[in-house]
């Protein structure tokens, strides 16, 4: 069932283990905090097995996946077109759209640089930072006290990392997700060692860890610096002192620096609006956000409507329920008092409410409804709400209890979570947009999830075999996820063009070998092609350019007025003879076809000015697969133009 992901649990001594989680036998006793956070895992031979099991899982994922990454007509393109247009020596925004930060393309661009315009480079570099971010969390987890934890959040990292969608790690829909959450990983591993020393280096190294993470991806940079911001002001509480306060400032102004430097240059190319209203698109004011925004947001799991919080607390019962039967039967005083009737009642309450949703679609889909069965417990779809409640519970109980001398690690930690994951709050999976963020969600929810294990009364190895249990279940929803997502790929046939390799369906093959024979054809005779709305892969693949600055016609990137005009000037100037107009849709926006639902007054240009002439293939059922018409330019409005030059 998991056997694609090493089984350190089964295989390491258990007396050993125990010993490098730094478990005590008076634990229990403790605070509750105290209870989540102890003195670092030490390296032994246990805890070095486990880092190299994740470097092998790392190892076995890239390789059996290889190539089977990404979405050729979605996103996935931009992040292989921009860079590649950098390193010629292009200028982000201006002489290309972009909606996101600036580092991540300009990052890419070096290495191509570096090691030549190929998809490999691309496929390394988003491996390596899955790899790097896993090994942030795993140090994270030992510096919790608890490697086993750490561990199983990075396992968890990397089973979903290598998925043969847009959402992975080596051709993502944004590499800025991928380096952002290298970032966060990195970050939670800094603020964790900076509680527990005052240090000048660990600030600096935060401050200088958020800058890139708000020059990677927005989202990223803004919850380091909330987080270290807050960090700061206890500390100036703590300590009563302005030179403190000074010197932590001054640690992390490098980085606030080079982020205004940086923030300059995008603002003096074309102004304040041209960046936040013609480029990044999730700008709060921005056109898309304001049209588009919350159809987006309730995609990807945000919402604060109250019917979405109902369904939240009814989906938490079972939790509730997993709660009480584990303190009824596990705690050693109720164990004892309850009847043995109880118990079996409770149990069977429990499996009820875990399995009965989808009992009777056991037999046809069992590995199925074993994922979402277990994944309601171990691995919640609310998980993201979970730890913003408990951050919020934990900076009550650290201000009461404050003077006990405990540190402010765990709550600092389970705040800059909560606001990093807040776009997927009550929409956590082991697949799709959350991969770049449930890494520390996972961190934290096992965290927590210790705290149903009782601990007085119960001896060491029993501790241990609790938190182990837990950690396999949740790795077990992860592994199943990733298997039913991968079968998608195993009829996948390579596309091999002259910047690398790609695995895709066959029928994709045959249709994408076709368009790049077509806007290579036309690009040697000097004739410019368009694609619409999207597919901007074909320009990289083909080693062609995109004839307009915008190279992506989805819902809310082309903003009415200024820039539809110019849009349509930069067609008319260059001029654009051929139209590859794909079958592309987009429901998750709530506006589905390109010129009807959006950007009408672009598509009412395009279908005045070109006429379809025939499909890249003319099999193709059009319905079921990707597809593609060939559209050129109208022969009176080619003799207008002629006429007017």
């Not at 694609?4 to 295989?11: E, I, N, T």
């Not at 979970?386 to 389970?414: D, E």
Request: aromatic share 14%.
């Amino acid at each position: 069932m998991i056997s694609s992901c090493p089984q350190l649990v089964a295989v390491v001594d258990v007396d050993s283990t125990m010993k490098s989680m730094n478990y005590s036998g008076s634990m229990g006793d403790g605070p509750i905090l105290a209870n989540l956070i102890g003195s670092p895992a030490p390296w032994n031979r246990t805890t070095i097995a486990a880092l190299l099991t994740l470097v092998a899982l790392w190892a076995f994922k890239v390789h059996s996946t290889w190539a089977a990454w990404g979405d050729l007509t979605v996103d996935s393109g931009h992040e292989m077109y921009v860079p590649a247009l950098l390193a010629e020596g292009k200028v982000l925004y201006r002489d290309t759209w972009f909606m996101y930060g600036p580092a991540s393309p300009y990052m890419n661009s070096y290495l191509f640089r570096l090691f030549g315009v190929h998809l490999n480079v691309l496929y390394w570099a988003g491996s390596l930072s899955a790899l790097g971010s896993a090994i942030f969390l795993y140090l994270a987890g030992m510096r919790l006290s608890s490697w086993l934890v750490g561990w199983t959040a990075a396992a968890a990292l990397l089973i979903e990392a290598f998925q043969p969608s847009l959402f992975c790690f080596p051709l993502p829909y944004s590499f800025g997700a991928v380096y952002g959450c290298l970032m966060a990983c990195l970050f939670i591993w800094l603020i964790l060692n900076s509680a527990i020393s005052k240090e000048w280096g660990w600030m600096f190294a935060l401050g200088t860890t958020s800058a890139l993470a708000l020059l990677i991806k927005p989202e990223f940079g803004t919850a380091a610096y909330l987080t270290v911001g807050i960090w700061i002001a206890l500390r100036v509480c703590e300590e009563r002192s302005w030179a403190g306060f000074l010197r932590d400032i001054l640690a992390i102004l490098p980085g606030l620096v080079v982020s205004a430097l940086i923030i300059r240059w995008m603002i003096h190319i074309a102004g304040v609006e041209f960046i936040t209203q013609e480029n990044i698109m999730s700008w709060p004011t921005s056109y898309f956000m304001k049209t588009y925004g919350k159809v987006w947001l309730g995609v990807t799991g945000f919402s604060l409507a109250a019917p979405d919080l109902y369904n939240a607390a009814i989906r938490t019962l079972p939790l509730i329920v997993a709660g009480f039967v584990a303190d009824w039967t596990l705690s050693p005083k109720r164990s004892e008092r309850t009847p043995l009737a109880l118990k079996v009642i409770l149990c069977l309450l429990f499996v009820a409410s875990v399995v009965g949703p989808d009992f009777r679609n056991f037999v046809k889909s069992p590995w199925f409804v074993l994922e979402v069965s277990l994944g309601r417990i171990f691995f919640p779809q609310d998980m993201v709400l979970y730890v913003g409640l408990a951050a919020c519970a934990s900076w009550w109980y650290f201000w009461r209890k404050r003077s006990t001398g405990i540190g402010a690690g765990i709550p600092l930690l389970l705040t800059f979570t909560a606001v990093l994951a807040f776009r997927i709050l009550m929409g956590m999976r082991a697949g799709g947009y959350a991969i770049y963020y449930n890494g520390p969600v996972v961190l934290c929810f096992l965290l927590l999830a210790r705290l149903v294990v009782p601990r007085v009364g119960r001896t060491q190895r029993f501790i241990f075999i609790g938190e182990a249990l837990i950690c396999v279940m949740s790795l077990t929803v992860v592994t199943l996820t990733a298997r039913r997502i991968e079968r998608i790929a195993k009829n996948y046939v390579p596309l091999s063009t002259q910047r690398g390799t790609v695995r895709v369906s066959k029928q994709m093959a045959i249709e994408y070998a076709e368009a790049i024979k077509f806007m290579k054809e036309k690009a040697a005779l000097s004739e410019s092609v368009l694609s619409i709305p999207e597919d901007t892969s074909l320009y990289f693949l083909s080693a062609t350019y995109c004839p307009t600055r915008a190279y992506n016609f989805t819902p809310g990137a082309i903003v009415p007025g200024r820039m539809t005009a110019e849009t349509i000037q930069q067609i008319e100037q260059k001029p654009v003879r051929y139209l590859v107009w794909s079958n592309r849709v987009f429901p998750e926006y709530g506006a589905p076809v390109f010129g009807t639902d959006f950007d009408q007054s672009l598509g009412d240009y395009l279908k005045a000015h070109y006429r379809a002439v025939r499909p890249l293939i003319t099999s193709t059922d059009s319905t079921l697969h990707w597809t593609a018409y060939i559209w050129i330019r109208s022969p009176e409005t080619e003799l207008i133009q002629s006429n007017q030059h």
